[in-house]
């Protein structure tokens, strides 16, 4: 490996590691007021708080194994193979399929409210919500333990393969599992969620008693989420889609490439709050009261200090 090669994989490693931490700092605040404010609206019986609390929680994961990832990539062999290594890949891949399956019941409850508002009710009961919820965890822990601990998962290359399928694996089980996680973990959800956000584009658009703010703000959010899924979790999977039909040789381009596709998804641990939780007016002016009751009470505790 020449010098410059080795400068560039450094400078790669240094902002990814930047990137995670930036992550890290955001994202779990953002998060855990967003489980405030879900929890909130559950004791309402809103079942979409549900979906919203369980891809809160799903964000939190991958946002609390970031910084081991900053670890690994600081260098630390001592790490490969190890079974902290194997617990880390398990948050993060929960992550990865967790936050794409809950994004697709909100996309479908939503779809159900405003194209079938008469029907399909009891698809939208806290209840019901609650045990999809817990099925999704329960076979997003299996499908996990299969990818985590299936032997072509886990490298011991480079820190940057972050426990991923390479690339130039020639066994025809790895590609087809490359495969199946690009059409099972991309394309359905993807699919799903670009479909319920046209439906629910012209089920708003078609509704003459709402207003024209109203439409337009409807109308970014929908296109806000659908760009914001694609940036996140497309390239990633395009990669394994592109190494399930194609071999190539290993080499520290290929697995940059899969490293910074890995870094995008994070982003979607402080997307999912900006998108679902902030851009409404109702749950901003709730931050908002949160904060100053938060500042209130503690300026109340520090005069009874004094």
């Known amino acids: 490996m020449d010098n410059e090669s080795t400068e560039?994989?450094?400078?790669?490693?240094?902002?990814?590691?930047?990137?995670?931490?930036?992550?890290?700092?955001?994202?779990?605040?953002?998060?855990?007021?967003?489980?405030?404010?879900f929890s909130r609206q559950l004791k309402k019986k809103n079942e979409l708080a549900v979906y919203h609390m369980n891809l809160a929680v799903a964000d939190l994961l991958l946002s609390i194994s970031l910084p081991f990832w900053v670890y690994i990539?600081?260098?630390?062999?001592?790490?490969k193979k190890s079974a902290a290594l194997t617990f880390n890949c398990f948050l993060t891949f929960l992550n990865y399929y967790g936050s794409a399956t809950f994004l697709c019941c909100i996309a479908v409850d939503r779809y159900l409210a405003i194209v079938y508002p008469l029907r399909f009710y009891v698809l939208r009961k806290v209840k019901?919500?609650?045990?999809?919820?817990?099925?999704?965890?329960?076979?997003?822990?299996?499908?996990t333990s299969v990818l985590v601990f299936s032997s072509e998962t886990i490298t011991d290359s480079n820190s940057s393969s972050f426990c991923t399928t390479t690339c130039s694996d020639n066994d025809w089980k790895v590609r087809t599992f490359s495969f199946l996680r690009f059409f099972i973990g991309f394309f359905i959800p993807s699919s799903l969620i670009i479909f319920c956000g046209y439906g629910i584009y012209k089920g708003v658009m078609q509704n003459k008693a709402t207003g024209k703010h109203e439409k337009s703000t409807v109308?970014?959010?929908?296109?806000?989420?659908?760009?914001?899924?694609?940036?996140?979790f497309g390239p990633y999977h395009v990669v394994?889609?592109?190494?399930?039909?194609?071999?190539?040789?290993s080499s520290e381009s290929l697995e940059l490439v899969v490293t910074i596709t890995g870094c995008l998804i994070t982003l979607n641990c402080i997307a999912d709050p900006l998108l679902y939780?902030?851009?409404?007016?109702?749950?901003?002016k709730n931050f908002v009261n949160t904060m100053l009751l938060c500042k209130k009470r503690h300026c109340l505790c520090s005069n009874d200090e004094v």
Request: glycine share 2%.
């Open 8 to 37: 560039h994989y450094n400078a790669s490693e240094i902002v990814i590691s930047l990137v995670y931490i930036s992550v890290t700092i955001f994202s779990i605040p953002a998060n855990l007021l967003s489980l405030f404010e």
């Open 219 to 232: 109308n970014k959010l929908l296109l806000g989420i659908i760009v914001t899924f694609l940036i996140c």
């Open 128 to 143: 019901f919500a609650v045990y999809i919820s817990f099925i999704i965890w329960t076979l997003q822990l299996l499908l």
């Open 73 to 79: 990539a600081l260098e630390h062999p001592s790490v």
């Open 277 to 284: 939780c902030f851009v409404h007016e109702k749950a901003r």
């Open 240 to 249: 394994l889609l592109i190494c399930s039909v194609k071999n190539y040789e």
